[in-house]
């Protein structure tokens, strides 16, 4: 008689496989990493990834590299007392044995932690570079890396408590992460529903009205005057210049180019300026149904000398970061500007193929 054929396994979620590496790694110091501007996607997941550490006896150091910019997640980190510290020279990261990274597409970090192995990178974006991580889970049909997360958290890779305070400020950030990075869910999918739907109950929902309801500050309402001052208007792309901004108001960029984006017969807006004297920071808006942020910005811009993209996007935005080097060190800030604009509005019309003749000035718009 026939033996039955032995069932194949299933195989582990990602939650069962992030569980048992991070099981391996019991007493372990480990840096959490956001890189790029700290916005409300990173930030949720850094604190899930954190939280989901302590789970596994593993002490977790949330670690951000540029500033928190954005006045709304600024009140996010001040309203939910959130533990992050920001990387200097001055800080002491000797005793940590691995990093984690969460929401971003490049992996790099100053030579202070290159030598640590990287345990889990997770996102919702390709990935630039290959990695030697132990875990990696990429979900690019997800609006929001907290999705993912609260996705772990469901399948009870760290128990929660509707009665713990911290983990309603945890479930209110990841609640927050998503409804951002999907646009108030006109963009998301069935992960990040799913995903919002598991954190409502624990979440603080008067303090998320809060921290909406933040105020826009006057310095973005002058970079914006300031982008639609210098704009150039071609069909239906708007190119804007907010010329120079501080680097704690370089947020402004992206909120300008979405004011922007609202003018009527524009569907694509790319809003840009020098930030802090040291580099071209740009955010790509975009209603069309054939403008692909990821592919136009790196199409347009292309590479750095180590072979990253200077940026990238999602299906309805974008952004670019382009170093100045030695060019920073031009003292005429006005010739300084007219060639960093210039150079730009020339790639961005020569990329869509409008010749300067069928653009049009803020001069005479």
């Known amino acids: 008689m026939e033996a039955n054929p032995t069932p194949e396994s299933k195989p582990l979620s990602p939650s069962s496989r992030l569980g048992s590496i991070l099981k391996q790694y019991s007493g372990e110091r480990h840096i ?18 954190a939280y989901i550490c302590q789970r596994f006896d593993i002490e977790p150091l949330i670690l951000y590299f ?14 939910l007392a959130i533990e992050m510290v920001r990387f200097a020279d001055g800080v002491d990261l000797g005793s940590f044995d691995r990093i984690a990274v969460v929401d971003t597409q490049v992996i790099d970090f100053p030579p202070a932690l290159q030598h640590l192995p990287v345990v889990s990178v997770v996102d919702h974006h390709k990935l630039l570079l290959e990695t030697s991580a132990d875990f990696v889970d990429i979900r690019e049909d997800c609006g929001a890396t907290c999705s993912i997360y609260a996705e772990y958290l469901s399948e009870n890779i760290a128990a929660l408590d509707r009665e713990n305070p911290y983990c309603a400020k945890l479930c209110s950030a990841l609640l927050y992460g998503i409804r951002s990075d999907t646009d108030d869910y006109l963009r998301a999918r069935e992960l990040d529903y799913r ?4 954190l409502a109950p624990y979440a ?6 809060a921290i909406s309801l933040q105020n826009i500050s006057p310095r973005t309402m002058e970079i914006t005057q300031r982008a639609y001052a210098e704009r150039a208007i071609a069909d239906t792309f708007l190119l804007a210049g907010a010329t120079y901004v501080r680097d ?55 590479n750095d000398p180590m072979g990253v993209p200077y940026g990238g996007g999602r299906a309805d935005k974008g952004a670019f970061k382009i170093d100045l080097g030695i ?21 961005f ?15 005479t718009a």
């Open 349 to 363: 019309f020569n990329k869509i193929g409008v010749n300067q003749e069928e653009v049009t000035h803020s001069k």
């Open 204 to 209: 603080d929902h008067e303090l998320l009205t």
């Open 248 to 302: 704690e108001d370089r947020d402004s960029i992206g909120q300008a180019a979405d004011y922007l984006l609202r003018r009527e017969g524009i569907d694509t807006v790319l809003c840009f300026g020098i930030v802090n004297n040291q580099y071209i920071d740009g955010s790509l808006r975009t209603l069309s149904d054939v403008v692909d942020p990821d592919r136009f910005i790196k199409e347009l811009f292309g």
């Open 195 to 198: 995903g919002a739907a598991f």
């Open 32 to 49: 959490v990493a956001i890189r790029g501007y700290p916005d409300p996607d990173s930030i949720g997941s850094a604190m899930a990834h």
């Open 327 to 347: 060019l920073a060190k031009c003292d005429d800030k006005d010739l300084l500007w007219k060639l960093v604009r210039k150079t730009i509005e020339d790639l």
């Open 66 to 79: 540029d500033d928190i910019s954005h006045h709304e997640n600024r009140a996010l980190v001040k309203r």
